[in-house]
Every structure is written in structure tokens, then in C-alpha cells.
């Protein structure tokens, strides 16, 4: 078996693998020594931080370590030691540098000129994100598009979208790679990186997430299946059956959450008693909406308001 | 007077930027906090189900998850006009306890800490020149230490996931109540991974942040501030530890009375359009930020484990007002509720009623206040039988980050900076510092709100 296929092999059957961070780094960090620390940049647009959040949860080792390991971590607003003039140098050699590794966190706002999100400032000009995106994607290697809101506009696009945000992939012409979920799973990310500094871009879906983990429904591999076969549906919220009748979006949801779980393989949304509501998926949240909604009834209420100003 | 920009603020959560105007001496005469996002939350809630207000307030911050998602529940059941059950109100309140320690050690070692290292003890790709007070060896162990702080943290996020599926944006705690019961297997599982966490808050954290005082004991003074403090109250009185609501102005507590808060929109990227609608203006001259300038009785108030300590030891008045304590109020804040969610988890009951049917709507109007982990937190909805008809929020960082109002008083973290000295404007470490310590979340900041016909609601100060 070629080393690729070892790989997405080892990535799609591990979701109930404990020790998957840690199996990572020991089985196939050997084949990276080749390579030498990419770049990496953690870009922040109009974002809840939840992805930064998540990603300092794995553990075992964590991912920060594992970044600075592995990864050269060149800017990341929520944890690196620079700030102001110092940040912005240090991105502005990362950038001119090229051949960098681009993680965008957050929608990219495109009302008032892209005024809704600043990631800084200097000598009284004004940087939105949109402006930054478009000035470092040409010179990145790999561009990812980290959480549902950068790759699909997510809850920062939310119905009627004031900041007119948008996804990465609908403001840049360079390929992006949809890391999606709201927020997302390290291992989703960590796993899409190992591939691209061992390999190259993974096999993606229609919607280019990874299909290493977002290759199947949820639906499909669901521990409550057998009741769904069975019309067998939960009530209330709290009951043991299937969430089908309580708004479960797991039917058309790319995800292995079942598998995968959440926190280190704690727990996931059905097995603590309560619909999944889709969160990977383009259309997060509107489309999940009501979420205590049955599938076949959900409707987004149509904006009865004027529409936003921009 | 020259200026200081610091953009970006690193090392906190969303967008700010910082614009210090200092005069002889490098003295910080005025002061400019810039939140720099904006989502527009309370338009995005309009017309949705109420019920789906739990699960979506949450996507407003992805380090106070819990705070929204409890506050929004607790909000949805006075729209429903349904009371949970004791054991509902104890582990919802054990879990946002949860939620608190996550932020706390988070914020500590991750966001403030490298303000006061050399950062090459951190990591061998940073280069942040700067000269720190403590030895090499003691930089070792306090870098040591912020690694630690990843694993104590991302525990105290797997006790939230034992209930709420995952987390951040869970989802059993939801406005029915909570889905996964406790059982004995589940509560030796938090119970265990409290035990450790609270290990590292006593036996590493604390004695951290007290070396840190005594290390940089000049910012015991810096940073004051105004010292008007406000909180919306923490936790049940009921049942033992909690943290009582109240303003502190002058040196005299007071009671909160919602109807006082106002907010202003002079310094704001917001026009008032007509008198029951406010909508973004990022081309507004006079405005500097996309915060807005919430106002208790015309006056500015700080939120926060500072003012939440203020509150609960009144009248025995605080020591010191300032960056250090600040940090310090924060830890000993998470030590205290690390103790008593063990004995909240302790007084469940073997069996209890922990999902509540929600029926029809009693209310079609509700608000709900209680502190967040940086301070005072309010939700408030008015509803069109089950659907959303307006929502608003005021978050603790719109109170601490607020800009001037239209009579050109500061907002709490601009009324900190002035008075302070920049001993060198090419490297201001004095902002950040002092900006850090008030644990700036600017995705939560930013919101709308109809600013008539919103007096003369009532509303109980309970959590």
C-alpha cells in the first residue's frame, strides 16, 4: 500500500481511535523530515473565534504544540506574542515571502467596502479582510478555509447578512479547501494538514471539503439508525430514539461526527439527545432552520425586513 | 499630542485596535478603544423561531459559548413562562461554571501571560524582543505552564461536553432543560476531570499570578480606571456560591435596575434610521468603533471578576484597582467556582425531572440578565407568538470597551489608559497590558439595539 493510501486510510478509520493526534505525529512525522516547517498564517476575519477555540481543545498531544512542531506558526491574532507594528511585519515578510500555508477563520464581510471586519490598521489606513484575503491568497501555497463561516458565510452570513459576508471561496479565485463545521473538529484540520505537507491537496467533495471526513452523511453511520429504519422517532428532546422527528439534519450532513465524536470522543449532538443541525454543510444555519424543525418542514422565515444597508 | 496606534491588539478575542494620544512625558491624555467587526446578531434573530434563539446566540463567541446559550434558555423560558426544576437550574450552573474556568485559564496563561515573557521561552518562531523581570528559569517554568494550561483548560471543556454533546456551541443545554441526565457513571467522569482542574488552579495557577504581582508590582497601580463596577449577579443564591448582582459608584453599592441602561450611538458606525430602528454606518464620520456606549444612570461601568469581587466583599472596600487586579480577581474567582461546582454536582439529587415541556408562549416580551465571565450579560426579545419579532444584546466587552458617549465621557478600558506613561511609544507594552487584563471579546461587542420603547420593563435579578 503506497504511503498515501496508508495515510487516508490510517485519517478515515481512526475517527474512533483515541490516540489519532498521537499516531499522526509518531507514524508519519519520519516521512516529513524532508520537509521543512511550512509558514503558516491563522487569519482572523469575521469570526466568534469558536474554531480557535476548538482547535486548542485536542489534545495528546495538543495542537499547538503539534503546530509549532510541525508548522511554522507566522501569525495567529488570538495567540501570537507580536502586536501592532511588530504583527503586521511579521506578516507582511511571511506574505511577501510566498509558499505559506493560509488558515482563514471567519466570513469575509464585502458590505461597506469590507468595513465590517478590520483586522488592523496602520498610519490611519484601514486593512479589511477582504483587502488582506485578496492580497495573500496569489502567494499562498494552500489556502483552508477553517469553520463554515469561511467556507460557506455561515452563522456571520446569517439571514438577512447584514455585513454582506461571504465564504473564502466567493471572494478569492485560488482553490480553497473547506474545513467546515460550526466550530470545527481539530482533527478535521489537523488531518487536512498533514496531508497537504505530506502529499498534496486530499480528494474533496462537491462542496471541497475533504472527503476523509466529510465523505459521508452522518445519517450513514448514526448509531440510532436502526430506529429511523424503524420509524421508531424521539418525542421530546432528551428521548433515546431517532431526532429525525425533532429537526435532524444528519440525512444530507457530510460529517463523521458518530464516529468521531467531540472533546477528545466524549460525546456528539444524537447521543446527548439531540438533532444534529448540519453544521458543515453550505446553507448553516438558514437551511437548518427552525432547527427543532422535521427536515421536510424547515423553512428559513422569509426576511420580512427592508435589506441590510452596505 | 502625539499618537500611539496599536492595531491589531493580539492575543484576545476578535478585532480591536488602540489609539493612545499622549502629551508631555508620554502621559496618555485620551484614549480610543475600536472594536473593529461587525455581524449584526439582533438583525439576524428577527423572524426566527424563539426557540431557536439557544442554539444561535451561542455562534455570537466561541469562548462564552455557554454564557449565551444559558442566558438565551433562560430568557426563552420566561417567554414560555416555564419554571425548570432545581436540578435543572444546578447543572446548568455547574456547566456555565464550567465554561468560566475554560475562559479563565485560557485568558491567563495563553492571552496575557506572553505580555510578560521573552517569548523565545515560548516557542523558537516568535522573535518579540522585550526584556522580562523574571529569571530564565523562572520564565522555563511559566512557560512549562502555559502548556499545562492547554490540557487544564480543554478539560474543563470535556466536563461541558459530558452534557452539552460538544462544545463550543453545545447543545444540551437547551431551553426545555438539559438533555443527558446525570447518572453515577457521568458524574465520576466531571467529577474527575473537576479534580484535576482544580489542582492546576490551586497549586499552579494562583501562586502564578501572585509571582506575577509581585514581579511587575508597578501595575498593581496602573490601569485604574474609574472603579464603578456593575454586575448582573452570578449564579443561584439557592444554592450556596454565587455572586450578588449591583452597581458601584462613588464608593456606595446600589441596586441594578435594568430600565437605567441606555445606550449611545455618537461615537458608534450606527445611524438611528427612525425612532424604532438603528442600522450600521461604517462611513460615519464622528465614530471610531462598532461598539456602543452602554450607560448606567448616564455613568460608565466596569463588568467583570474585578467587579463581581467589588460587589461581594462591599462594604469592605477593594484594595488596589488596576491591571494586577484584575488578573488576580479572575483566578481567585475560578478557584472559588471550581469549589462550588463540585458541591453543586454533589447536591444533584439521584433522580430528578430534567426536561420541561415548552407549550405556548405566556409572554411576548422577556429580558434576562446575569454575568458572563467578563461581566454583566443581557438578552432581551420580544416575541410574535413563537417567533422572534426583535432581539437585543448588550455584552460585557460593549460595557468594558465602550467608546465616549455623546457627552464625551470614556468608556471603562479608555478612561484606564489615560494616565498612564508609555516609557517607549515604539513599544507601548503598557496598552496591551492593561487592555488584556479587562479580556477583551470583540465578537461579542457588537450588536444593535432599538434604542425607544424599551424602558419600564421589569425584571427579578436572578440567574
Known sequence: ?????????????????????????????????????????????????????????????????????????????????????????????????????????????????????????????VFTSAELLLWMAPKAKYIIAVGTCAAFGGPSAARPNPSQSKGVRDIISQPV??????????????????????????????????????????????????YFDKHIF??????????????????????????????????????????????????????SSPFFTPLPEKQPKPDERRPSHG | MAKITLSPVTRISGLLSIEAFTGAGNIVREANCSGEQFRGFELMLKGRKVNDAVYFTQRICGICSMAHGVTAANLVRRIYGVTVSKEVSILQQALLGAEFLQNHIRHFYLLVLPDY??????????????????????????????????????????MLAIYGGKIPHQHGLVAEGITLPPNAGNRLQFLSLLAEVRGFIREIMLPDIYLLAETYPDYLEIGTGAARFISFGLFDPRFGGHFPAGIIENHTLHPVLPEEIHESIAHAWYRQVDPSQVLPAPEKASAYTWVKAPRYNGLSFEGGPLARKAIRAYPQPLLKVGTMARLIARAEEADQIAGWIAKWMNDLPEQGKYIQELKTPQQQEAVQINDAPRGPLLHRMTANNEDIASYDIITPTTWNFSPKDETGLRGPVEEALVGTEIVNPEDPVEIGRIVRAFDPCLSCATHLIDLEGKQGVQVEITT
Open chain 1, 234 to 287: 424521539a418525542k421530546d428532546l432528551g428521548d433515546r430514539e431517532c431526532m429525525f422527528s425533532l429537526g435532524c439534519m444528519g440525512p444530507i450532513t457530510g460529517s463523521d461526527c458518530p464516529y468521531r465524536m467531540w472533546n477528545d470522543h466524549l460525546n456528539w449532538p444524537v447521543k446527548d439527545n439531540t438533532p444534529c443541525i448540519g453544521c458543515t454543510e453550505p446553507g448553516f444555519p438558514d437551511k
Open chain 1, 1 to 125: 500500500m503506497s504511503l498515501q493510501n496508508q495515510f487516508e486510510t490510517y485519517c478515515r478509520t481512526s475517527g474512533n481511535n483515541p490516540s489519532f493526534r498521537e499516531g499522526l505525529v509518531n507514524n508519519f512525522s519520519r516521512n516529513l523530515a524532508s520537509h521543512s516547517k511550512p509558514p503558516f498564517i491563522w487569519f482572523e476575519a469575521s469570526a466568534c473565534s469558536g474554531d480557535s477555540i476548538s482547535t486548542l481543545n485536542a489534545v495528546k498531544p495538543n495542537l499547538a504544540q503539534i503546530l509549532e512542531e510541525l508548522l511554522d506558526v507566522r501569525y495567529w491574532n488570538a495567540l501570537m506574542p507580536e502586536q501592532g507594528e511588530a504583527a503586521i511585519q511579521r506578516l507582511l515578510t511571511t506574505v511577501e515571502s510566498g509558499n505559506f500555508i493560509l488558515a482563514v477563520e471567519g466570513a469575509i464581510p464585502t458590505a461597506g467596502q469590507g468595513r465590517y471586519a478590520i483586522p488592523f490598521k496602520q498610519n490611519n489606513t
Open chain 2, 117 to 158: 515573557l521573552d517569548s523565545q521561552f515560548l516557542t523558537a518562531s516568535y522573535s518579540k524582543k522585550m526584556t522580562s523581570r523574571f529569571s530564565p528559569d523562572a520564565q522555563q517554568h511559566l512557560a512549562e505552564h502555559y502548556y499545562l494550561a492547554m490540557d487544564y483548560s480543554a478539560k474543563c471543556h470535556e
Open chain 1, 177 to 226: 479547501i473547506n474545513v467546515s463545521g460550526c466550530p470545527i473538529n481539530p482533527d478535521w484540520l489537523l488531518g487536512t494538514l498533514f496531508h497537504l505537507m505530506l502529499f498534496d491537496t486530499p480528494a474533496l467533495d462537491r462542496h471541497q471539503r475533504p472527503t476523509l471526513f466529510y465523505g459521508e452523511t452522518i445519517h450513514s453511520n448514526c448509531q440510532r439508525r436502526s
